[in-house]
């Protein structure tokens, strides 16, 4: 099936087209629903996220120049709307209580093959991250960008996205062995 | 020479194998586990969220930023669908385009089921000719096959006759041979034996001419 580039989705948007704009819309928003629960941590915050990113994308579709592919400069709204969302955050909410991402009835055979215990733990773990760190992380392994992009989404430095990813693993290897052993304890 | 860092990001950008890495960060603990750390992230970044997305109004939000607007739409789509009907229409109706001494012709095409007929005719008639010609020289190919056969099993009979034939004089050559046999043994052992007393027997007449005639009485 012939399959349009967002370049043309767009310019088919900006001139009025409804279609074009919604085909844009459903080639990004589970990627970025997505991209929310993990950095968000709960399906309302998700959601808030979603709306508001859409919300500017539309406002400023026509501000798209191409300088960069269509995926880095949404990305970078949606890391500037999440930031400011994190920054906002009531400081008490439990980020605990969240529900999983993954559904326990529909195991795939990687899930299989790796655990899903494994991959709960991972899940709780990267919540704990700071927000900077867990943005690194998730735009790095979850969203493929290279650490040029992401010092570009971030208009930060390509050396202070390493150092934030790498004091990220550091911290989340420490997290995971704890958790590893906290589980080997319970049974 | 590639430092720790540069080999676990030269892994990170694919340009390095995992067992590659793995091997040349052995002896780093630090960056051994950033790299162990690295893969679950990886291997968690691989499985499949099913989540749903919740629903939001799009519709809504394109139409209050951008509804005003008519939408521009390419002329060539249009041209395209227009002139593929146009085509339709020809093909299917009694309309000619016809290209003749650098000329372009639009008719009508008139008793279009009586020349339809006639070319009908005129082409079965060419199938029922070539039909006939066909089995014609099928009759022909035929015949001459016959033909050929024929003569080759007249051959065949004629050589099984004389073969047939000169084994037949053989044997009556062999058999008049084997009655000659059989007389000659029978004059060997009966008559010359007879005739030989005889002879012996003649030569103490004094006129054997004179004896005959008695003898045979």
């Known amino acids: ?187 | 020479m590639l430092n720790n860092q540069q080999i676990f990001e030269a892994w990170l950008a694919g340009k390095l194998t995992t067992a590659e890495c793995e091997q040349q960060l052995q002896s780093d603990s630090e960056w051994y586990g950033r790299f162990l750390t690295a893969q679950q992230l990886q291997r968690h970044a691989k499985v499949p969220a099913y989540a749903p997305v919740p629903d939001i109004d799009t519709s809504q939000m394109f139409r209050q930023q951008w509804g005003g607007r008519p939408a521009k739409t390419a002329w060539w789509p249009r041209l395209s669908v227009g002139m593929s009907a146009m085509a339709l229409i020809i093909s299917i109706s009694p309309l000619q385009l016809q290209l003749q001494d650098g000329a372009l012709a639009l008719s009508w095409k008139e008793n279009n089921s009586l020349q339809q007929q006639q070319e009908m005719t005129t082409m079965l008639a060419s199938f029922q000719q070539e039909q006939q010609q066909y089995l014609q020289q099928q009759l022909q190919n035929q015949q001459h096959q016959q033909a050929t056969q024929l003569v080759l099993l007249k051959d065949y009979l004629t050589e099984n006759e004389q073969k047939a034939r000169s084994s037949d004089m053989i044997e009556l050559v062999e058999y008049l041979n084997q009655q000659r046999q059989a007389d000659w043994q029978y004059w060997q052992d009966n008559v010359q034996p007879t005739q030989a007393r005889q002879d012996y027997g003649s030569s103490y007449l004094p006129n054997r001419t004179q004896i005959d005639p008695k003898r045979s009485n």
């Open chain 1, 1 to 187: 099936m012939f399959k349009r580039s967002d370049e043309s989705l767009i310019n088919k948007a900006l001139d009025g087209d409804e279609r074009a704009w919604q085909q844009l819309v459903s080639r990004y928003q589970t990627m970025l629903y997505h991209y929310g629960l993990r950095l968000m941590g709960n399906p309302d915050d998700a959601r808030d996220l979603l709306q508001d990113v859409l919300m500017v994308l539309c406002r400023n579709l026509a501000q798209f120049r191409g300088d960069s592919s269509f995926k880095t400069w949404l990305f970078g709204i949606a890391n500037y709307r999440a930031m400011d969302m994190l920054r906002k955050r009531k400081p008490t909410q439990d980020i605990d209580d969240s529900p999983d991402l993954f559904n326990d009835d529909e195991p795939t055979a990687e899930a299989r093959l790796y655990g899903q215990q494994t991959q709960k733990i991972v899940q709780q773990q990267l919540k704990h991250l700071p927000a900077d760190q867990r943005l690194v992380v998730e735009l790095r392994f979850y969203q493929q960008f290279t650490f040029d992009e992401i010092a570009d989404q971030l208009a930060i430095s390509s050396n202070t996205v390493k150092s934030r990813f790498y004091a990220a693993l550091d911290k989340l290897r420490t997290q995971l062995e704890v958790a590893h052993v906290e589980q080997s304890a319970n049974f």
